[in-house]
C-alpha cells in the first residue's frame, strides 16, 4: 500500500539586487522582496517527487539587534 505525506518546510534564501549608495534601508527592503526568487523547475524535480511549492510572502531576516539581513556586495 502506498501513502503521501505532505511534508512543511521553512525556505530561505538569498537575492541580489542592484540599487544605489544612498538608498535608504526601506528602499533597500523594497529592492530585495522585488528580486528574483530562485525556484525548482520541473526538469531539476526527479521522476517521483516532481513538485516543490513555496507558499507565503519571502520575509526579510532581522538579525539579533533587529537589523534587517541586507550586506553590501563588494
Known amino acids: 500500500m502506498k501513502y ?6 521553512t525556505a530561505q534564501c538569498v537575492v541580489e539586487f542592484d540599487a ?3 538608498a535608504t534601508q526601506k528602499q533597500l527592503e523594497e529592492a530585495a522582496y522585488n528580486a528574483d526568487t530562485p525556484t525548482l ?5 526527479d ?3 516532481q513538485s516543490l511549492d513555496i507558499n507565503g510572502e519571502w520575509e526579510i531576516a532581522i538579525d539579533d539587534e533587529g537589523n534587517s539581513e541586507i550586506h553590501v556586495d563588494e
Do not use: Y
Open 4 to 9: 503521501r505525506a505532505l511534508l512543511i518546510q
Open 47 to 49: 521522476s517521483r517527487n
Open 20 to 22: 544605489p549608495e544612498s
Open 41 to 45: 523547475c520541473h526538469q531539476c524535480a
